[in-house]
């Protein structure tokens, strides 16, 4: 079933994406009086469909997004419908519309969302002050401490949670600057992100603060056993005041598994449990996650939209800014992901809810956008950069020039595609 959700919901992802950015280069051919012969969903043999005038509607087999064909989109015959018949500027302009057309789905897509109501956790807004730092970690080597206050990271100033989670995980074995405030003065360090994961992600060992009160309670532990219930808040251990999640966790992890007299409050009562701990992966635990407030983002259409712009500015600075790395080899290409990953987080968001998905389907058609405007013979930008060429030369290429332009372009996205997918078989073995 997973691997049909798999299926099902990158189809339908993909499919969104892709027929918005060909509806681009269609409607701009259109307006702009170019022919068009063929606006296909689907590659492959034609299965239905109907031509009006000289283009043909139709459903093709392959249900893989879509195309379409332009007039004279190869080699034209000096008719003056054909794409390439006509002046570098609607060339630009067709070629261009596809990518800004993902783009406008991006942030149209997020407007709704915010619209509808985006739920998320509280403290992604927050300034990063410092709950707890794991023991020999890379933030513990770096000397940061609990309650140290981040004012600044990788040039970043006053990060948010959000911000800090992006950039430690987009540096991962880079050294990164950083500067605390800490009991009133400033402290600098250099943490350098530990690789974790199969997508080579940086890891700090910083953790938000949390607070000793239960969130969700895993099914067949300790924790389910002794009664325990999401809201718990957890006062004392044989004991020992507990001072929040990360001192509980100390606590039952310290126990070695003998009995624990836990002391709580439920809705105003305090009560007294009993509860043994179990080892699971070397470590003692009970079977509970912390508690983290939630926030309901829901706006008004136009602070909808302007909280929907921002998102995209803010993705597209980061997809360059990981682009640069991959590029530099400060980042492991293990962090990009293919068609595989992008099947699995589209069922495992779908599962989630609507919201979800279509939150990681304005992402990934922000992402599209932004890879097709990357100057690679074949693709949009490839083709934009070969126009502002001729213009700077004042003449077209020859044909010769372009058929060889295109056919190292193809050979790029072919060898690309055939790595980046080899690159998701290989993060699963």
């Known amino acids: 079933?997973?691997?049909?959700?798999?299926?099902?919901?990158?189809?339908?992802?993909?499919?969104?994406?892709?027929?918005?950015?060909?509806?681009?280069?269609?409607?701009?051919?259109?307006?702009?009086?170019?022919?068009?012969?063929?606006?296909?969903?689907?590659?492959?043999?034609?299965?239905?469909?109907?031509?009006?005038?000289?283009?043909?509607?139709?459903?093709?087999?392959?249900?893989?997004?879509?195309?379409?064909?332009?007039?004279?989109?190869?080699?034209?015959?000096?008719?003056?419908?054909?794409?390439?018949?006509?002046?570098?500027?609607?060339?630009?302009?067709?070629?261009?519309?596809?990518?800004?057309?993902?783009?406008?789905?991006?942030?149209?897509?997020?407007?709704?969302?915010?619209?509808?109501?985006?739920?998320?956790?509280?403290?992604?807004?927050?300034?990063?002050?410092?709950?707890?730092?794991?023991?020999?970690?890379?933030?513990?080597?770096?000397?940061?401490?609990?309650?140290?206050?981040?004012?600044?990271?990788?040039?970043?100033?006053?990060?948010?949670?959000?911000?800090?989670?992006?950039?430690?995980?987009?540096?991962?074995?880079?050294?990164?600057?950083?500067?605390?405030?800490?009991?009133?003065?400033?402290?600098?360090?250099?943490?350098?992100?530990?690789?974790?994961?199969?997508?080579?992600?940086?890891?700090?060992?910083?953790?938000?603060?949390?607070?000793?009160?239960?969130?969700?309670?895993?099914?067949?532990?300790?924790?389910?056993?002794?009664?325990?219930?999401?809201?718990?808040?957890?006062?004392?251990?044989?004991?020992?005041?507990?001072?929040?999640f990360y001192h509980l966790r100390e606590l039952i992890n310290n126990s070695q598994g003998k009995e624990l007299v836990l002391k709580i409050e439920r809705k105003g009562r305090v009560l007294e449990l009993r509860v043994k701990p179990e080892r699971i992966n070397g470590r003692w635990i009970l079977g509970f996650l912390p508690y983290q407030p939630a926030v309901k983002k829901q706006y008004p259409f136009f602070t909808a939209l302007v909280s929907s712009v921002k998102d995209n500015i803010y993705y597209t600075t980061m997809t360059f800014d990981v682009l640069a790395k991959l590029i530099a080899g400060k980042l492991s290409p293990r962090t990009l992901s293919g068609p595989l990953d992008i099947a699995q987080f589209s069922y495992a968001t779908a599962a989630a809810g609507m919201i979800p998905f279509l939150s990681f389907l304005a992402f990934v058609s922000l992402q599209l956008a932004i890879i097709n405007l990357l100057p690679i013979p074949g693709l949009d930008g490839g083709q934009i950069i070969i126009l502002l060429i001729e213009a700077l030369i004042g003449r077209e290429l020859s044909e010769r020039a372009k058929d060889w332009i295109l056919k190292l372009g193809f050979s790029i996205i072919i060898l690309l595609s055939i790595f980046v997918l080899l690159n998701d078989i290989l993060k699963r073995l």
């Open 1 to 244: 079933m997973a691997i049909l959700g798999n299926i099902f919901w990158f189809l339908v992802l993909f499919t969104i994406i892709v027929v918005a950015h060909e509806f681009g280069h269609f409607a701009t051919a259109k307006l702009l009086g170019i022919g068009v012969e063929t606006f296909s969903l689907g590659f492959g043999p034609r299965l239905v469909g109907f031509k009006r005038r000289e283009t043909d509607y139709r459903i093709s087999m392959i249900p893989l997004g879509g195309y379409v064909k332009l007039m004279g989109e190869e080699k034209g015959s000096g008719d003056p419908r054909e794409f390439m018949s006509r002046p570098r500027w609607q060339k630009f302009l067709v070629l261009v519309m596809g990518p800004v057309m993902n783009v406008l789905v991006a942030v149209a897509v997020m407007t709704g969302v915010y619209m509808a109501g985006l739920q998320e956790p509280a403290f992604y807004s927050q300034p990063v002050i410092v709950g707890w730092v794991e023991p020999g970690s890379p933030a513990d080597k770096a000397g940061i401490h609990k309650g140290d206050r981040i004012i600044l990271i990788d040039g970043k100033k006053n990060p948010t949670w959000r911000d800090l989670k992006v950039i430690i995980s987009t540096n991962a074995g880079n050294s990164v600057r950083v500067i605390l405030e800490r009991n009133g003065r400033k402290v600098e360090t250099t943490l350098i992100p530990q690789k974790v994961g199969k997508y080579s992600l940086g890891y700090s060992g910083i953790y938000v603060p949390a607070e000793p009160v239960i969130g969700m309670i895993l099914p067949g532990k300790p924790a389910q056993r002794a009664g325990l219930k999401p809201g718990d808040r957890i006062l004392e251990v044989n004991g020992e005041r507990v001072e929040d």
